[in-house]
């Protein structure tokens, strides 16, 4: 099965709202990142978090290794947060991604 | 620093034809990884090196596709007689220590068999 599951697959926002990703990922995945990437643009690492919680700014991500799950908390989220927001897990080297998901948030 | 280096932007080629995509990986970096992307399979691995050496190839489609890292500062990932199922976004990726930190993508090349 999937190592990375994530949901919801997609999700509108209006701006100043906020946001919860998930992801769940298999016992091989380990090891959790999540990355972002603006339509067209490359992939930014926001967060190493293999487990416990960090901030950085607007953001949050908390990994509960134990329940094989991991969020990012968007707050109050901006126009310039839409985009697809990246799971990924690493399985011994191989980092494997979820499917994604594609964030709008209208002005 | 200028990041990982992807060389072309964009590629269009014919079916059949050959397509050769640069990576320039972060000077330092020990592990270099082959991504694509496309809408319908997500990101999927090609293949990884570690201190220039082949460690998995794994994901890569073993007919067509090969890769290579002759020195530190650049690998290649060569399609032959290109399909247009080949066409993607191939990223490219580096990590400072075997690939168990944080991944550092180029911007991809857009890869488009007529």
């Known amino acids: 099965g999937q190592q990375v599951q994530q949901s919801p697959a997609s999700l509108v926002l209006q701006e100043g709202e906020n946001a919860e990703l998930q992801c769940n990922f298999s016992s091989t995945a380990t090891r959790l990142q999540w990355f972002y990437q603006h339509p067209g643009g490359r992939l930014v690492s926001l967060f190493y978090?293999?487990?416990g919680t960090k901030h950085t700014g607007r953001l949050t991500s908390t990994t509960v290794t134990n329940e094989r799950r991991s969020s990012l908390h968007i707050s109050s989220s901006q126009t310039t947060d839409s985009g697809t927001y990246f799971c990924?897990?690493?399985?011994?080297?191989?980092?494997?991604f979820g499917k994604g998901t594609h964030l709008h948030v209208l002005p | 620093n200028a990041g990982v280096i992807q060389t072309p932007r964009h590629k269009v080629t014919g079916k059949g034809q050959e397509a050769t995509l640069w990576c320039e990986p972060i000077?330092?970096?020990?592990?270099v990884f082959w991504y694509r992307q496309t809408i319908v399979q997500g990101l999927e691995f090609l293949t990884y090196?570690?201190?220039?050496?082949?460690?998995?190839d794994s994901g890569m489609p073993k007919e067509r596709f090969s890769a290579q890292m002759p020195n530190q500062s650049h690998s290649t990932l060569k399609i032959q007689s290109t399909q247009p199922q080949d066409s993607a976004v191939y990223l490219c990726?580096?990590?400072?220590?075997?690939?168990?930190?944080?991944?550092?993508f180029g911007s991809g090349t857009r890869l488009t068999v007529l």
């Open positions: 978090n293999p487990s």
């Open positions: 090196f570690r201190n220039q050496a082949p460690i998995d």
């Open positions: 990726a580096s990590s400072s220590h075997w690939g168990t930190e944080t991944l550092y």
């Open positions: 990924a897990g690493t399985n011994a080297y191989k980092v494997i």
């Open positions: 000077s330092g970096h020990s592990a």
